[in-house]
Nanobody
Framework: QVQLVESGGGLVQAGESLRLSCAAS????????MGWYRQAPGKEREFVGA????????NYADSVKGRFTIAIDNAKNTVYLQMNSLKPEDTAVYYC???????????????????WGKGTLVTVSS
């Protein structure tokens, strides 16, 4: 059974950092691109960032560029989202997703994913 399991969410103050993890299991993910998305209450799910499985290419939403960094540990089948300088507007449920044969650029739209995690809540207080 394929699973993407996010962890690392929590409550932080503005300006602080969090690192989210997405543990992938149940199959080999070579050839997949991995993405992070978020959904705030009452809003559409939006793209945050993505990385190809080899880790050579990344893509970020303008709203997080320079603050968030995606990394991948192939040996652990885990994708990380390092979030620095957090803002209250970063408050959302953060989801991990995987899409076969996608580029990091193509992950900019949250459609056509093969797998989704259940999400982890990040709350940033002002």
């Amino acid at each position: 059974q394929v699973q993407l399991v996010e962890s690392g969410g929590g409550l932080v103050q503005a300006g602080e950092s969090l690192r989210l993890s997405c543990a992938a299991s149940g199959r080999t993910f070579s050839g997949y691109a991995m993405g992070w998305y978020r959904q705030a209450p009452g809003k559409e799910r939006e793209f945050v960032g993505a990385i190809n499985w080899s880790g050579g290419t990344t893509n970020y939403a303008d709203s997080v560029k320079g603050r968030f960094t995606i990394a991948i540990d192939n040996a652990k089948n885990t994708v990380y989202l390092q979030m620095n300088s957090l803002k209250p507007e970063d408050t959302a449920v953060y989801y991990c997703a995987a899409r076969l044969y996608a580029t990091a650029q193509a992950m900019g739209v949250p459609n056509g994913m093969n797998y989704w995690g259940k999400g982890t809540l990040v709350t940033v207080s002002s």
